[in-house]
């Protein structure tokens, strides 16, 4: 078996180890825009290139006689590789390019929603002139404003976060219109966030565990976003989540794939990864993403018990429905080092040495560079360091040991998967469900 990875970031990495580690022991061949050290050493050939060169990707498919493709980042996705691929025979975990809207375009998923009558959406409108902003922001306490393309995990701007008025948020809005054309405009939602990760094979899904992500830069929810700072599961129900929480969450996704069959006459084929919140409402939609999270998959695919090129064939072939998800019941604590300075104004080019951190931990590299044996960052996020272990307590010490013991300007948020941050989460959903 010989598949082909699309990516070159520690979400990729840790997709491909858990290729790597299935008792069908398949070749892999990556590519990726940037030398990844710990995809390299996982592959059997790598070839660097980017992700809108479809020629070159198509060529490096074909020439390693590629059975299938697993998509890691949101890029590829949104280039159409899977696409291109399917061009020449080569079938994929991932969307084609008109699907990938689904994360690609904030607008084209809420309208959708809102045209196949999908529970679980807040009050919302889509502006592509500024008439109506005014009106909008009147009906609602408080608002969002999203950007309708892609920001990395950092476009979205929230009342009360990152402005305080609405005639602030309203200068937003009209800025980005005149900027891109179109924006989402949302009520706010109160909550606690949630991630739902799920393979879809056009019918049928495949859920991995909820996870909890954490975007602040800093520790107690402070700062500006990021990308993701690090995440925790307990391999079940999180903390504060019911079991009619997750079953609605499930529900939504289904719903949501087959109005994009009923909208489109294509069959969604890879991860369906919703941004849900519980409120005092049930659950509710933020967004969905096409791919698996970063650092969210850090959390789920190394305690998957199930062969994963087993069930990354049947998301091609249509038939999930046959494999019942299997996961060891240990939790999970993902943190991230970053360059200090991150996300505002991170060091660059620096020096960082792994050498110390403890042999229990699991380590996924990011945006880092290899050069004569020797690891350097980037202006993005640098390693992630997952803890595993029976108790979520026991995981965050692994985690946190982890990534203290990186040498070199680098911070972290010692606070996640902390039993005090916890308990705010439970004390907070609690208070807002009386």
Known sequence: MKILVVGNDARTHVVAETLANSPQQPVLFTYMKANHPGLAKLSEDFELGDYNDLEKIKTFAESNAIDFAIIGPEGPLSE????????IGIKSVGPVKALAKLETSKAFTRLLGKKYNIPGMPLFQVFESKGGL???????DAFVVKPDGLTGGKGVMVQGDHFNTKEEGLKIAQELIEKDGIIVLEEKLIGEEFSLMSLCDGKNLFDFPPVQDHKRAFVGDKGPNTGGMGSYTTGKLLPFMTVQDLKDAHNITLKMAEAIEKETGIKYKGVMYGGFICTKDGVKLIEYNARFGDPEAMNILPVLKNDFVEVCKAVIDGTLDKITPSFREESTVCKYAVPEGYPSD??????????????????YLASVEEKQGEIYMSRSRAVAFVGIASDLEDAEVIAENAVSSVKGPVAHREDIGTMELIQKRIDHMKELRG
Not at 80 to 86: K, N, P, R, S
Not at 346 to 363: C, F, M, N, Y
């Open 346 to 363: 991170p060091v660059s080019g620096r020096k960082i040495s792994l050498k110390d951190v403890p042999s229990e931990a699991k380590v």
């Open 80 to 87: 159409g590789v899977v696409d291109a691929l399917d061009s």
């Open 134 to 140: 005014k009106e909008f922001a009147a009906k609602v």
